[in-house]
């Protein structure tokens, strides 16, 4: 149906910076809501930043000032721009998108295979 597809994860100094992207593709009708979440050991996931159609925005008060999310619907990728990154920031970061398919007249959520980001020295 729906692929998202993650890029961008790896290892990074604390105060460093990463560029995450997430391209979705398939029998895509219409993309409304698109996020990024995130999870690390033993913790539950948790919302990092969000974005509408829109362009509206937002974002979990630990990344506020610090990461950007953006989106460019003509190539139907989102992306997230981590900046100062802290240990803290450690965690695997899934793709998420809120997508109406061609068949469908309805709108359904779809998850990219996640994207490891360690933030250490």
């Known amino acids: 149906q729906v692929q998202l597809v993650e890029s961008g994860g790896g290892l990074v100094q604390p105060g460093g910076s990463l560029r995450l992207s997430c391209a979705a593709s398939?029998?895509?009708?219409?993309?409304?809501?698109m996020g990024w979440y995130r999870q690390a050991p033993g913790k539950q996931r948790e919302l990092v930043a969000a974005?509408?159609?829109?362009?509206?925005?937002n974002y979990a008060d630990s990344v506020k000032g610090r990461f950007t999310i953006s989106r460019d619907n003509a190539k139907k990728t989102v992306y997230l721009q981590m900046n100062s990154l802290k240990p803290e920031d450690t965690a695997v970061y899934y793709c998420?998108?809120?997508?109406?398919?061609?068949?469908?007249?309805?709108?359904?959520?779809?998850w990219g295979q996640g994207t490891q980001v360690t933030v250490s020295s």
């Open positions: 998420n998108a809120k997508i109406q398919l061609l068949t469908k007249l309805y709108v359904s959520d779809y």
């Open positions: 398939g029998s895509i009708f219409r993309i409304n809501e």
């Open positions: 974005i509408s159609s829109g362009g509206r925005t």
